[in-house]
């Protein structure tokens, strides 16, 4: 440890927090592959001169763990971050924002937690980085006008760290440098209002973390996992192996691992001690283990009501993804399997408003004949432009059958791609474009889920097979997305599977014919 720290020394520090250490690699605690990690001058700082309680002892000087290093070497400005319990994620950031705020003048450091209790227990941390300090340094340079259960305040520097519930609207007004909402999958009715708050008060450049561990498949935290693409925000997961503490001596009469540990010791290398207190917490935790105790950044997200689609079918074609074959338009077309010559395609059309907020619009192209997946187009557009967006790709796919569901904002794409003359509009009862009633869409769900049963490796998309996940009966015999989730894809894809299935080759009379689509 450094034998003094000086006003000087933090004021350097801030002027160089994130530069890395030159010269000082070292082993990482379990990083993959034996890598190196180069600890920043924040790191080193947090290191040296910061003390915490540890799982296993009162007070201690940091260490940091995996988990810590990893995001030390991966974060960006704008984090979202998916962890198993009690992996030391939420302590690391509380240390990073506080070397911050006491060696950057003017800055304000907030986290933002779902309940005050929490609020206060993460503050209990803060508090102790803050007493384990040199006592000239909280004296002088550091000392503080404010310090109450929840807030520190260093008039020296005109700086503060503070926290807050989701609750208490905390955004409001203030200025914020830092910001770490934590476990906002537990944030409530009023989360969406609040991190919009928040977020609106970060100033340009400032840090956002959002973390959290997972609690079903909806809600505020699931979205912004699933939308960090879209947003900006960089994906940082950590399953619970990451904890070198989650280990348990097996005993002598230990059972034989089973199939499934098998192929989860040799996937992550683990040993028997981490596998033994694994059966103990699935043991007790049941169903909730793989919530709390996060093993992948798809199966933690446990679905709230009674999932449609089998759910061993969609983790089969999960595991059996592969990287598409093209990507265009922004990340908003992709493409696995090319047009081929003399092959007819069906294209199944979900339209939505075309506002930014709310449901997508999404179209999914598949084999006239196998019914395979070969792209999926998925965005916010108004009418016009998602009619012109589907013509290139129907055309690009031989002129495929298009059926663009006519509820509600169908009506005006259809009437879009009418102007546009697209040549093979599908046709039903005498009107362009496919109705789902209360009668046909339980139908058509069932015959999807069937098809991810029968044959998992016709679907490619990890944006459709996580709707499926999503995808649930409710107590009233409806389905639909769980709350918080989309199911465009899924519904897209259904209107394309039955088209196909059925006697799907009528086209408005205003479209050519193909006798090979008649029956």
């Known amino acids: 440890m450094a034998s003094e720290l000086t006003s000087e020394h933090l004021e350097w520090l801030g ?7 030159k010269g000082e690699q070292e082993a990482g605690e379990g990083l993959g592959g034996g890598r190196l990690w180069e600890p920043t001058e924040r790191d080193h700082f947090i290191d040296q001169w910061l003390k915490i309680r540890t799982k296993t002892t009162n007070r201690a000087y940091f260490r940091l763990n995996r988990v810590q290093q990893e995001y030390s070497g991966r974060c960006t400005k704008q984090n979202v971050v998916l962890k ?3 992996v030391g994620i939420t302590t690391y950031i509380a240390a990073r924002f506080f070397a911050q705020t006491i060696t950057q003048p003017g800055t304000l450091s907030m986290q933002v937690t779902q309940d005050r209790e929490s609020a206060e227990d993460i503050f209990r941390i803060v508090r102790r980085f803050w007493e384990n300090l040199p006592e000239e340094l909280r004296k002088g340079y550091l000392r503080t006008s404010h310090r109450n259960a929840r807030q520190l305040v260093f008039p020296s520097l005109d700086s503060e760290y503070c926290l807050a519930s989701a ?3 905390a955004g409001r007004g203030r200025t914020i440098q830092n910001l770490h909402c934590s476990e906002v999958s537990r944030w409530g009715r009023e989360g969406d209002e609040a991190l919009a708050s928040l977020r609106a008060a970060v100033v340009p450049g400032g ?3 959002l973390e959290s561990t997972a609690n079903g498949a909806g809600g505020l935290f699931y979205e912004e996992w699933q939308r960090a693409e879209d947003t900006g925000y960089t994906r940082h997961f950590f399953p619970w192996w990451f904890d070198a503490a989650y280990a348990i001596e097996p005993g002598a009469n230990f059972p034989q691992l089973t199939e499934e540990e098998g192929k989860l010791a040799e996937l992550h290398g683990l040993k028997t001690e981490q596998i033994a207190w694994r059966r103990k917490q699935w043991a007790s935790l049941r169903g909730l ?7 992948d950044p798809v199966s933690c997200f446990r679905a709230s009501g009674e999932c449609v689609f089998d759910l061993a079918a969609v983790e089969e074609a999960l595991g059996a993804l592969s990287e598409p074959l093209e990507v265009r338009d922004n990340q908003r077309l992709t493409i696995w399997l090319p047009t081929q010559a003399g092959r007819e ?3 199944g059309v979900d339209p ?9 619009s999404c179209a999914e192209v598949i084999d006239r004949r196998w019914g395979t997946q070969c792209a999926e187009l998925h965005g916010h557009w108004p009418p016009r432009e998602f009619a012109e967006k589907l013509v290139m790709l129907g055309k690009e796919y031989n002129t495929a059958l298009l059926a663009v569901e006519r509820n509600n904002h169908g009506y005006g794409v259809l009437a879009c791609l009418r102007t546009l003359k697209y040549p093979r509009l599908f046709e039903q009862k005498g009107q362009d474009g496919w109705l789902t009633t209360a009668v046909s869409r339980p139908a058509m769900i069932e015959n999807l889920a069937w098809a991810v049963i029968e044959e998992p490796g016709r679907f490619r998309s990890l944006r459709l097979l996580n709707e499926c996940r999503t995808f649930v009966r409710y107590a009233n015999g409806k389905t639909g997305a769980a709350p918080g989730t989309h199911d465009d894809c899924v519904m897209a894809l259904a209107i394309a599977w039955e088209v196909r299935m059925s006697d799907a080759g009528r086209v408005a009379k205003h479209s050519m014919e193909l006798d090979s689509l008649e029956k």
């Open 15 to 21: 002027q160089h927090l994130d530069e890395r250490r």
């Open 84 to 86: 198993a319990r009690q």
């Open 167 to 169: 609750a208490e609207n």
């Open 207 to 209: 840090d956002i973390v």
């Open 289 to 295: 283990a793989v919530q709390e105790y996060a093993e």
């Open 345 to 347: 395609y069906v294209m």
């Open 352 to 360: 939505a408003g075309g506002g930014v907020e709310g449901d997508y």
